[in-house]
């Protein structure tokens, strides 16, 4: 079947995402990604299930939702990418959007009073690390997906090999739907020991250096890890690298050249509360000592 463009389907995209930051070495706080306009609607058509413009559960997808999901993986699985899977809180911070969509009849990324795609990212509980929305108004999602994969930012967003979740939500309203679908790229939850431990493990390394894991030292690099400048505590460190990720697999490339250079032969880590972001992210502090 050829499907044509839709001359009334209308599309729009946003993404925003976490940057690492380093500080006394360092690269600034967090940024937001340029603003790609995306697309998002689909449906089988005119009469496919969707939600109407009503409050809805979105523990279960409905039949325009699993459509959308499913062609978005089948795109992904083409080209060698990873499948999404779907996330309820996401789902639910879209459905909460399509909804403001269908009432105002229109599409947006935010209406009046409305928080914008990170905050309502956040309140429903999404830890992310980068969030991407998809808005669509169309009578069929087969016409709006077509649109989405011939249009270079709408389809390099459905194709963004970093992101693993999305939630869906089709609310129809007369003969026309609206859609969202929410991407994100989501971060493991880790208490402070854990990401200590993590990044301990990484510095500890045969051929790298010994780790001081004392309360007090701890203690102090946690309170370090949570200051802008400076270091806690009475032994004063010879270098201090803080950093944001949302990762816990590697280390920077400055960290790792200083840890090479035969200079330091200690190292404490500590982990602290993120500071006030929607983004999600691991806060960390390594001190180095002769």
Known sequence: MTVSPCVICRTFGLKSAMRSRWIEIALGAFT???ALWLLPLLCLGPSCTAQRSVPNSTATATVAEQFLL???NQERV???LSQLHRDSRLAQAAASHAREMAAHATISHQFPGEPELTARG???GVPFSAISENVGEAPSTIQLHYLWMHSEHHRDNLLDPSIDAAGISVVARGNELFAVEDFAKTVRSASLEQQESAIAALIAQPGRLDLDLSPITTSAARQTCAMDTGYAGS????????FTSDSLTQLPGELKSRIASGRYHQAAVGACSPHDSPF???NIAVLLYP
């Open 70 to 72: 499913a062609a978005a």
């Open 78 to 80: 083409t080209l060698g």
């Open 280 to 282: 999600t992210s691991y």
């Open 235 to 242: 032994r004063k460190p010879w270098f201090i690298m803080r």
């Open 122 to 124: 956040a309140a429903a």
């Open 32 to 34: 937001a990604r340029p």
